[in-house]
């Protein structure tokens, strides 16, 4: 009998057996969130601009850019979600720490135009979803912008999980949008297909595909990664530094792949529905065109998309110009002296009266300037053993940055070619 109740009282004592998957899940789920924040300025209104352009006016013939813009963002997003694990410090201030003080400031100044430019576009998006979603007056839109940013921004006092799940929020409303324009357009999926496989380039598209590339592979953007990774990383140990890694690796993925399908969704629905009743020449005539095409509810979740896409959009670039204006040469403006100074000039011309299309263009040109004064500095850094350890790229790695470097500064120098001889 003493047996039979010992052999009880061991069984209540040992430990009950874990749910393994549960476990994993969870310990996943923990490390989501960095890249959600990023994915966003893959989806901003310059997108939407640069991709209904496509569709409109050449078909579903340049889907294929968005994968390949997709491929080199997850790449780029990656090395410097790594730099910020190894490290624990942002790519700005390893600029800092790294380059000569001239160098920095160069950086600094084209970062600091690139935050402006960037700002802009994503301003625009958000004002232009109030104005056409309420009637709200341009101006007052903006004002309204202003504020919703602040606010957002301001909640990350409470912790990066509280923006987070905001942003994660917005990229679901603008998801959800599209997959709802997408059912409602009925595109021709075996075009879509093929078109997503096969390049096809002419000399009337490329300016199109090049802005479509510079809309997606965004600089501040590459800054901000970096810096988010510091709010997670929880020691030096390497073992951690690998796993951690590798959870992020999931993150970039997982949000990436989920911005690929919005971006190739705005070209397919613009194809879909524009081509065949000619081009799209701004935001508003793309608002204005689908209601007689698909309906009121279309357009209405047109203008959500939007709206969703500015909000977020301009929440990651205030966060971006904090982190940047700091960082470089150690410069410490008070952080809502860094806002406004995104902000500001964005308002200014629009108050100006100046074209929001011709705005959102200017902005995206100015970014392909400041595209290379984020990529090749995360690439000279993260190959220095010194600095990454063990976690210090491979050959093929940066052989492989070098083909994308390469790749974007030539697109890029075609894109101003165009832009400026045109």
């Not at 910020?84 to 600091?112: E, H, K, Y």
């Not at 100006?352 to 090749?376: D, E, R």
């Amino acid at each position: 009998m003493s047996k039979e109740i010992n052999l009880v009282q061991t069984s209540l004592t040992l430990p009950l057996p874990k749910n393994t998957w549960l476990e994993k899940i969870k310990d996943t789920l923990r490390y989501l969130g960095p890249a959600f924040i990023v994915s966003v300025a893959y989806i901003d209104p310059g997108n939407f601009a640069t991709n209904i352009s496509a569709g409109s006016n050449f078909n579903y013939n340049l889907v294929w850019v968005v994968l390949w813009s997709n491929l080199m963002a997850i790449f780029l997003q990656t090395l410097s979600a790594k730099l910020g694990i190894v490290t624990g410090v942002d790519l700005a201030t390893q600029c800092g720490r790294v380059f000569s003080r001239p160098v920095n400031l160069l950086l600094w100044i084209i970062m600091l135009f690139a935050v402006i430019a960037t700002y802009m576009a994503e301003f625009l998006g958000s004002t232009l979803g109030l104005y056409l979603l309420f009637g709200i007056p341009l101006v007052a839109a903006g004002l309204i912008t202003v504020c919703l940013t602040f606010v957002i921004v301001y909640l990350r006092r409470f912790g990066q999980h509280m923006v987070e799940r905001i942003i994660i929020s917005l990229v679901a409303v603008i998801g959800a949008s599209y997959c709802l324009e997408l059912f409602l357009a009925k595109p021709d999926w075996h075009a879509v297909a093929l078109h997503t496989l096969v390049p096809s380039l002419g000399p009337e598209s490329i300016l199109v595909a090049v802005g479509m590339l510079g809309a997606t592979v965004m600089p501040h953007v590459i800054y901000l990664h970096s810096d988010l990774m510091k709010a997670r990383r929880t020691s030096d140990d390497l073992a951690e530094a690998k796993k951690h890694f590798r959870m992020e690796c999931l993150d970039i993925a997982f949000a990436m792949n989920i911005a690929f399908l919005v971006n190739a969704a705005m070209v397919i629905i613009a194809a879909a529905v524009f081509f065949n009743q000619g081009p799209v020449d701004s935001i508003e005539q793309a608002h204005k065109s689908l209601a007689p095409l698909l309906g009121s509810l279309s357009s209405g979740a047109f203008g959500l998309a939007l709206l969703a896409s500015g909000l977020s959009s301009s929440t990651v670039g205030a966060m971006a110009g904090e982190c940047m204006l700091k960082g470089f040469i150690g410069l410490d403006i008070p952080v809502n002296i860094r806002r406004a100074i995104t902000m500001i000039p964005a308002i200014i011309l629009l108050w100006l009266g100046f074209n929001p299309m011709k705005m959102l263009i200017m902005s995206q040109v100015t970014l392909s300037f400041a595209l290379p004064a984020a990529v090749i500095p995360l690439l000279l850094i993260t190959k220095r053993r010194d600095i990454m350890g063990e976690m210090t790229n491979r050959k093929i790695t940066n052989a492989a940055g070098v083909v994308i470097v390469s790749l974007i500064v030539s697109l890029n120098v075609v894109l101003l070619y165009l832009t400026f001889s045109a």
